[in-house]
């Protein structure tokens, strides 16, 4: 099973990932810059495997280059909070 067949699932493992790279000295701008990086890569080459990616994709695809930058920042926001139990 892939880490996409579920959101809770890949939220979850964003929030690892996130998690290592702010204990290795990644800074919230170079997080923020991946995030967009991987947000145009999954929307641009990878099929939705549930609602809310079908969802993500269909914002990502409308949105200009800033409001992309927004949402990438919002899933990192996202995945911090769950890190924190915030969510």
Not at 45 to 69: C, T, Y
């Amino acid at each position: 099973m892939s880490v996409l067949d579920n959101f809770d699932t890949w939220k979850g493992f964003l929030a690892n990932k996130l998690q290592q790279a702010q204990q290795q000295g990644m800074s919230q701008q170079t997080i923020q810059n991946v995030a967009h990086e991987v947000g145009d890569y999954l929307a641009q080459s990878v099929d939705a495997k549930n609602n809310e990616e079908a969802v993500l994709r269909e914002l990502w695809n409308a949105a200009s280059e800033d409001e992309q930058q927004a949402i990438a920042n919002t899933m990192v926001k996202l995945v911090q909070n769950q890190g924190n139990g915030n969510v």
